[in-house]
DNA sequence: TTGAAAGCGCTAACAG
DNA sequence: CTGTTAGCGCTTTCAA
């Protein structure tokens, strides 16, 4: 077995504290003895049981990620930037994963409370009243990404309606006679925690509000390649889809294809989130950047004010950016 | 603070191991007595400390998984079949990722010791000799996934070499003149481990060893566009490019459009991996798929055993298979 | 069937 | 500056 405290004491002709003091740079020690116990200590390569300081200390400088679902490339490429975040503190993350189940997230979040994380960062799939009370019953801070669970639980992400507005209003001014907003999650929306996605589409109607002689419509369907392929064939209108999600336009745009439609040629449209996948697409989608890693990036640190006993604001937006393409 | 075995032997007047005994199910209790504990337990929403639990059994129910980068549709896909693979069997999974640094990867394997993981799953980019023999005086089981390390270090994967081999001779029955091998990766071989793109390499020349008409040539380089473009550009003969990976595939697919260069018409094209953003590329990129799932699930199936003190082959293969596409 | 006591490896309050 | 002691929450051996 590896060597501890107890063994460096023993070796060291000191007592456990003075080992103690030496390991985490405490006073109340000479030079002399600490310096001893710290060579001994790198010479036998003693490393500290975090177990047993998380047990005594009743903190373990761990971090728990639930998230669902990391073939997501949203969640892929937050949790580089969650764990680089936190390990700049020190900290250690764990991520886990389900796969859009309620009970599993519930059931992630308790494992990991048993292990002590001293601190949690969700991106939850549930929304129902019920798992909003259950996370303020938590003794550990917590913060939410992505998916709003309710507005006195703190928060982190981008103003996802006016950035769909800005979206909308981008492929309005292209003289469009038709917008279709593609969001086949609309039709979990009683079964999920689709918050972004109904954002989105607010975002979509109140602008579309604003040019009353464009033709609004909606998609909430998972069938959502045919019901798309319909409109645009049967229509004479110049059409644009903006779709809620990078892939369901990546989608679009293949089906599309296989009719032997382009865009922009024979119809506009328009993503959202700008997934890395985009960089391999012709032509280049004109989507809205979600600034996913600077989320990340942002909820580690409002975590990190929470653990040190600061007040954090329930509402933290970060900036996301239109990202100029060739398809509206 | 939450409830202990101490508060419900105080509360239901038995002692703290007729507490344990009730809770962990063992036996040398009555039923009544357990069933007393066990409804004030539930009642009173205990959960066990797991920290203490660990101190204790010396065993914490927790496996580390070390990768690099997930951004990487490899590993995305991957996690998730490891984290569904060990939650049947009770175990918890801990996810840590770095960039590619040899010294970070150390690291975190440290810490997931230091946190008292009972296995490990690596996917290293580290190979040195060092660090096959660090791997060696770990105290707990581990495998290794993708890049191998050592012979005598446990392995999973598949068999690289003749994957490549097949897919080599795949192209070449096309009747192409000269086939090209694009891996970049292979200029880093000093740098990294790269292990499955050379067993690519590998296969790749001893299947062109069966066609000496056939051109051979082989791309180790990041600037593989530009030279992958002038080749295909000066030379007259049919070309094909043989990718060690999807990526080099798309981002060779995207370059030569630029130049009005089409596959199948103008070049052939092949990946490896078969990641899903192929799902969205037209034309429909011929590759081979790597059983990422598979390779993940045995990983954890593999690390089982070894926990229970099973002796597991060293070597471990996992079936894989060509993906038809348009590109060659 | 039940319980007392020691111990996992560390921390922290208190004394010398 | 150094050491003694108790304790974190659980397990486990041994005795009643």
């Known amino acids: ?66 998230v669902f679902d990391v073939r997501n490339r949203y969640f892929a490429q937050m949790l580089s930037a969650i764990e680089n975040e936190a390990k700049s503190e020190g900290y250690f993350v764990n991520i886990t994963l389900h796969e859009k189940n309620k009970d599993q997230e519930k059931e992630l979040i308790q494992r990991l409370l048993d292990y002590r994380v001293d601190g949690l960062i969700l991106s939850p799939v549930s929304k129902d009243e019920e798992f909003a009370e259950y996370l ?58 689709i918050y972004t996605h109904i954002q989105r589409g607010k975002g979509f109607q109140k602008a579309m509000q604003l040019y009353p002689h464009i033709d609004a419509e909606i998609i909430a369907s998972w069938n959502y390649k045919n019901e798309a392929l319909q409109i645009l064939k049967s229509s004479k ?23 032997g439609l382009r865009s922009p040629k024979d119809y506009g449209i328009m993503g959202f989130d700008n997934i890395d996948t985009l960089l391999y697409i012709e032509p ?31 509402k933290n937006m970060v900036d996301y950016s239109a990202v100029e393409g060739e398809t509206i």
């Open 136 to 193: 303020r019953t938590l003794q550990v801070p917590y913060i939410i990404i992505g998916n709003k669970v309710a507005s006195d639980i703190p928060y982190v992400g981008i103003d996802e309606m006016k950035a769909a507005m800005e979206a909308t209003r981008k492929i309005a001014e292209k003289n469009y006679e038709k917008i279709v907003f593609v969001c086949p999650p609309l039709c979990d929306i009683e079964k999920e925690n």
């Open 1 to 66: 077995m590896s060597v501890t405290t107890k063994d460096l004491a023993r070796i060291c002709n000191v007592s456990r504290t003075s080992v103690v003091r030496a390991l985490n740079n405490q006073k109340g020690i000479s030079d002399s003895t600490r310096k001893m116990i710290l060579d001994k200590a790198e010479e036998l390569g003693y490393r500290t049981d975090m177990l047993a300081k998380g047990l005594a200390q009743g903190k373990t400088m761990y971090i728990g990620v639930v």
């Open 237 to 259: 209108e110049r059409t644009a889809f903006f779709c809620s999600g990078d892939e369901y336009a990546l989608d679009l745009m293949k089906c599309f294809r296989g009719e």
């Open 284 to 314: 280049k989608l004109s989507t809205t950047d979600n600034a996913v890693e600077e989320v990340g990036k942002q909820a580690v640190r409002l975590l990190f004010k929470s653990l040190n006993g600061q007040e954090i604001p329930l």
